[in-house]
């Protein structure tokens, strides 16, 4: 509910050093294999240049830009349910009464997000960042103060009642599946293809950036189980390139077979945003123009590629 896959980074700062998760390193393998490198406080470079194997995350600005010993940012599915909607600040202020809040409108990760929330820090000293269609960033001087403040965050923000999370009995998924394709790895996913309005609302375009980076920017839609893998060929004609995944309406959802283990965590993730969207809920999706820069972005590529190669 608060990370999934390589996405969120966390930082602790020690010193004249700041050590940052590595992008594209997954936090929950952070017991068993080395995932954190180390930053100079002031310059942001890696202090053993040589450790050529990992880079620091993509928001390291971000985390060098809060003063706080601890950094937290996480892509929390319940955050993540407000932050796309067109009313979430309208309900903020009553959620978050007396939590010490900020809000970000959405701007690119890395170092544009990192100057709007210096900026917010100067004049609100928060704690707290909500970034619009993104996250949230936590800041503290120790790891109780974090995980209060999360806990409390994820309390209050999980007030909205999902739909029924079962899909038992609804879902038919033994139908043929054009070659190269497969089911996702987690049922829940299916909620995408038989709920309306988690179709409706994934089936445009996307609402978040690691749902562009590891999704692409919609799936293909089909009306029918027929014609599948003609479905699959016109759209790869028209878009040279295969759709990132596939909704049959009223079935489920298809992944390609190569389909990476991020792509799987993101899948669930917007899946279960979705169902805590409330039906006919207008929501912010990102400009093709914020899709084109997450695309295009170098940094994006270079965690897409460590993904690819787990
Ligand atoms: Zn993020």
């Not at 050590?19 to 068993?32: F, R, T």
């Not at 980076?213 to 028209?238: H, M, N």
């Not at 049959?248 to 991020?262: K, L, R, T």
């Not at 990102?286 to 994006?300: K, R």
Request: glycine fraction near 8%; charged fraction near 25%; charge should be neutral.
């Amino acid at each position: 509910m608060l990370i999934q896959g390589a996405g969120g980074n966390t930082s602790i700062k020690i010193g004249r050093a700041m050590w940052v998760k590595a992008s594209g390193q997954w936090l929950i393998d952070s017991e068993d294999k080395n995932i954190f490198v180390q930053v100079d406080l002031v310059t942001g470079d890696m202090v053993y240049k040589e450790e050529r194997i990992l880079r620091p995350s993509i928001e390291t600005a971000l985390h060098l830009v809060l003063p706080h010993k601890i950094v937290v940012h996480v892509h929390s599915v319940n955050a993540l349910s407000w932050l796309v909607r067109e009313d979430a600040c309208a309900h903020l202020d009553e959620l978050l009464k007396g939590m010490r809040w900020a809000w970000i409108p959405y701007v690119k990760p890395g170092k544009e997000l990192a100057a709007h929330v210096r900026a917010r820090f100067e004049d609100s000293a928060a704690d707290i960042y909500l970034l619009q269609n993104h996250g949230v960033v936590v800041a503290a001087e120790d790891f109780k103060q974090i995980y209060l403040l999360i806990g409390e965050l994820e309390k209050r923000l999980g007030h909205t009642v999902p739909q029924a999370t079962s899909l038992a009995g609804s879902i038919v998924v033994d139908f043929p599946k054009p070659l190269g394709w497969r089911l996702p790895k987690y049922d829940e996913v299916h909620r995408l293809a038989v709920s309306e309005p988690s179709r409706n609302l994934v089936s445009k375009r996307a609402m978040f950036p690691d749902q562009v980076v590891f999704l692409g920017e919609a799936p293909l839609v089909c009306a029918t189980l027929l014609d599948l893998g003609e479905s699959v060929r016109k759209y790869e004609a028209c878009n040279g390139r295969k759709p990132g995944w596939l909704i049959i309406e009223g079935h489920g959802v298809i992944v390609p077979e190569e389909f990476s283990a991020g792509g799987e965590e993101l899948l669930r993730c917007l899946a279960r945003v979705v169902a805590r969207v409330p039906p006919k809920m207008k929501v912010n999706y990102l400009t093709a123009e914020s899709v084109g820069a997450l695309l295009d972005w170098d940094a994006e590529k270079y965690r897409r590629s460590i993904e690819l190669k787990d």
